[in-house]
Protein backbone atom coordinates (compact mmCIF):
# COMPACT_ATOMS: atom_id res chain seq x y z
CA UNK A 1 0.00 0.00 0.00
CA UNK A 2 1.20 3.27 -0.56
CA UNK A 3 1.23 6.92 0.62
CA UNK A 4 -1.48 7.43 -2.06
CA UNK A 5 -3.52 4.17 -1.33
CA UNK A 6 -3.89 5.28 2.37
CA UNK A 7 -4.53 9.06 1.11
CA UNK A 8 -7.29 7.87 -1.27
CA UNK A 9 -8.81 5.61 1.84
CA UNK A 10 -8.27 8.60 4.42
CA UNK A 11 -10.37 10.63 1.80
CA UNK A 12 -12.87 7.56 1.28
CA UNK A 13 -13.61 7.85 4.61
CA UNK A 14 -14.00 11.16 5.22
CA UNK A 15 -16.86 11.72 2.44
CA UNK A 16 -18.65 9.02 4.54
CA UNK A 17 -18.48 11.08 7.46
CA UNK A 18 -19.28 14.07 5.59
CA UNK A 19 -21.07 13.84 2.44
CA UNK A 20 -20.42 17.49 1.52
CA UNK A 21 -16.89 17.92 1.44
CA UNK A 22 -15.21 17.39 -2.12
CA UNK A 23 -12.11 15.38 -0.51
CA UNK A 24 -10.36 16.86 -4.30
CA UNK A 25 -10.32 20.75 -2.48
CA UNK A 26 -8.45 19.71 0.40
CA UNK A 27 -5.11 20.66 1.12
CA UNK A 28 -3.48 17.94 2.57
CA UNK A 29 -1.09 20.27 4.88
CA UNK A 30 -3.61 22.14 6.38
CA UNK A 31 -6.34 21.56 8.90
CA UNK A 32 -8.28 18.97 8.21
CA UNK A 33 -11.10 20.27 11.00
CA UNK A 34 -11.15 23.92 9.95
CA UNK A 35 -11.00 22.94 6.17
CA UNK A 36 -13.80 20.65 6.23
CA UNK A 37 -15.37 22.28 9.21
CA UNK A 38 -15.01 19.41 10.93
CA UNK A 39 -17.02 19.15 14.67
CA UNK A 40 -15.36 17.02 17.43
CA UNK A 41 -18.00 13.84 16.74
CA UNK A 42 -17.24 13.80 13.10
CA UNK A 43 -12.94 13.83 13.72
CA UNK A 44 -14.09 10.51 16.14
CA UNK A 45 -16.03 9.28 13.79
CA UNK A 46 -13.08 9.77 11.19
CA UNK A 47 -10.65 8.16 13.34
CA UNK A 48 -12.65 4.90 14.38
CA UNK A 49 -13.02 4.57 10.96
CA UNK A 50 -9.53 4.43 10.11
CA UNK A 51 -8.36 2.62 12.73
CA UNK A 52 -11.39 -0.20 11.85
CA UNK A 53 -10.22 0.17 7.84
CA UNK A 54 -6.40 -0.37 8.72
CA UNK A 55 -6.68 -2.49 12.07
CA UNK A 56 -5.04 -0.10 14.23
CA UNK A 57 -5.56 0.97 17.29
CA UNK A 58 -6.06 4.78 17.28
CA UNK A 59 -6.02 6.06 20.71
CA UNK A 60 -6.88 9.26 21.78
CA UNK A 61 -3.51 10.94 22.71
CA UNK A 62 -2.53 10.81 19.28
CA UNK A 63 -5.59 12.91 17.80
CA UNK A 64 -3.50 16.03 18.28
CA UNK A 65 -0.73 14.82 15.86
CA UNK A 66 -3.28 13.99 13.24
CA UNK A 67 -4.51 17.38 12.36
CA UNK A 68 -3.79 17.19 8.56
CA UNK A 69 -4.39 14.62 5.51
CA UNK A 70 -0.69 14.58 5.73
CA UNK A 71 -0.07 13.60 8.79
CA UNK A 72 -2.92 11.33 8.78
CA UNK A 73 -1.44 9.40 6.02
CA UNK A 74 2.34 9.39 7.63
CA UNK A 75 0.80 8.08 10.90
CA UNK A 76 -0.92 5.00 8.66
CA UNK A 77 1.71 4.30 7.07
CA UNK A 78 4.33 4.67 10.18
CA UNK A 79 2.03 2.21 11.84
CA UNK A 80 1.48 -0.21 9.23
CA UNK A 81 5.00 -0.82 8.27
CA UNK A 82 4.61 1.24 4.78
CA UNK A 83 7.04 3.67 2.75
CA UNK A 84 6.06 6.95 2.56
Partial sequence: MTAQDIE???KAE??????DI???E???DR???EQCDLDSIDFLN???ALG???GLPMPEEDYPRLSTISAIVAYIAEKTGQPR
Fill in 8 to 10: NAV
Fill in 14 to 19: LRRIAP
Fill in 26 to 28: IVP
Fill in 52 to 54: KRF
Fill in 46 to 48: LMA
Fill in 22 to 24: DPA
Fill in 31 to 33: SLR
